[in-house]
């Protein structure tokens, strides 16, 4: 899993659901929906410290670094490893918020020619972030 | 079945403090105290064990009596069928392993509990070795198969893996969980390690200011508020498979079978056996009826 830490900026909320938007150390942006909100949740404070948890798989990975692309959370990266497997291959990422892995497909991996040291954007949708205090 | 009811004033460092407390315990529960240095957790495991005399209050195992203030009952310590463990080993450093665990024994024949306890605990190798040549999570093993030497009902566990390194901690957990299976203990164990407590424990008693202010299951206590994910469960883990990257793990959640996959070297620690929390978003599942 991969776990990144952050400070609560932001919380947008309706009845049930909350957009919060969390700083990262980087100053960038992260977003991230829950099916709580400041009433129900009594960490979701401004200014509340807090860590980014995603899976590895849901890690998606951009050669170009500027897409049009509906995935809120962008961060840019640099790739440090690759460990290629038969059906779904690692990649260690070094970003400015920390160390980032994603597992990916062992085809796609081929296909797109990843390679290390290369500059690649990582995308990760605001609907598969867990909090963690 | 252990039922207590404890109140006792205690000096604590920021001065005195009304220890009271209401509990009950089935045969077979595996619970921790849960709570700050001078919470009380320590003064409870002494009043069970009657190192420490409560000013009110009673406790009773089954239909046997251990402390009555109304009554005036007051078992002694070797009375009291518990058995004790410490972060200190306070073994006798200059007996071997054996002479250790058979000096506890109630009558010097019952070798057969003797033995059994130095086989569960592996300690034939190490029998004859004076307790000073012992690493700390040997002598911790000594410590708790001497400690139930004496069949206790009652087993008590005052932070006695708090002196060793990682990956001692998780082999004498398993050992602690061995025992306490094995013999069927109500066992009470003071911890500080969350991970600890969700392998270990089925109950957690927290305890503030000398006073339980909640009880729950440890994944009720520890994960609910802390983790934002929906989609929670305990379970076992009954198989880890590794391919390539990823590890994929097989979880008993109450009676049914869920595998998941995840980067291997993220649950490395991760064994067969092992309690885990398997947690995900509300956003992920997908729901149909069943006709």
Not at chain 2, 22 to 39: E, M, P, T
Not at chain 2, 118 to 142: D, F
Not at chain 2, 241 to 270: P, R, T
């Amino acid at each position: 899993m991969n776990n990144l830490p952050g400070k609560i900026k932001h919380i947008k909320n309706s009845e049930y659901l909350s957009e919060v938007s969390i700083e990262m150390e980087n100053n960038s942006i992260f977003n991230v929906f829950l099916v709580e909100t400041p009433k129900t949740a009594s960490y979701l404070k401004p200014g509340r410290k807090i860590n980014l948890l995603f899976k590895e798989t849901e890690v998606i990975i951009s050669k170009n670094l500027t897409p049009e692309i509906s995935i809120h959370n962008q961060l840019k990266a640099e790739i440090i490893e690759i460990k290629p497997g038969k059906i779904l291959s690692e990649i260690v990422l070094k970003s400015a918020v920390g160390e980032i892995k994603s597992l990916l497909s062992s085809t796609v991996l081929q296909q797109m020619n990843f390679a290390e040291s290369q500059e690649v954007l990582i995308l990760v949708k605001a609907n598969e972030i867990m909090l963690s205090e | 079945m252990i039922e207590c009811k404890l109140k006792k004033e205690l000096s604590a460092a920021e001065g005195k403090m009304m220890l009271a407390v209401d509990f009950r315990l089935q045969k077979g529960d595996f619970v921790v105290l849960y709570g700050n240095s001078g919470a009380g957790k320590t003064s409870i495991l002494r009043m069970l064990s009657g190192l420490l005399t409560p000013e009110n209050g009673f406790i009773k195992q089954e239909s046997n009596i251990w402390f009555d203030a109304e009554k005036k009952i007051d078992l002694p310590i070797q009375k009291r069928e518990i058995g004790l463990v410490f972060q200190d080993y306070a073994l006798f450093p200059n007996m071997s392993v054996e002479e250790n665990i058979y000096f506890s024994l109630p009558k010097k024949k019952d070798k057969k509990t003797a033995e059994e306890l130095i086989e569960l605990m592996e300690l034939g190798n190490l029998r004859k070795q004076k307790i000073q040549q012992l690493s700390g999570g040997q002598q911790q093993r000594v410590a708790l198969a001497r400690a139930l030497a004496r069949k206790p009902k009652l087993l008590l566990l005052d932070e006695p893996l708090s002196a060793l390194d990682h990956s001692m901690r998780t082999k004498l957990q398993d050992y602690i969980l061995k025992l306490h299976k094995t013999y069927n203990l109500t066992t009470i164990l003071v911890s500080h390690d969350p991970a600890e407590i969700i392998k270990m424990a089925d109950k957690v008693l927290v305890l503030e200011n000398g006073k339980i202010t909640s009880t729950g299951t440890p994944i009720s206590i520890f994960s609910e508020s802390k983790l934002s994910g929906k989609f929670q469960f305990t379970g076992e883990v009954l198989a880890k498979i590794d391919e390539e990257v990823v590890s994929i793990l097989h979880i008993l959640i109450g009676n049914n079978v869920i595998k998941s996959v995840s980067a291997k070297d993220e649950i490395a620690h991760i064994q067969k056996g092992d309690k885990v929390l398997v947690a995900s978003k509300a956003f992920n599942p997908i729901v149909t009826k069943i006709e």
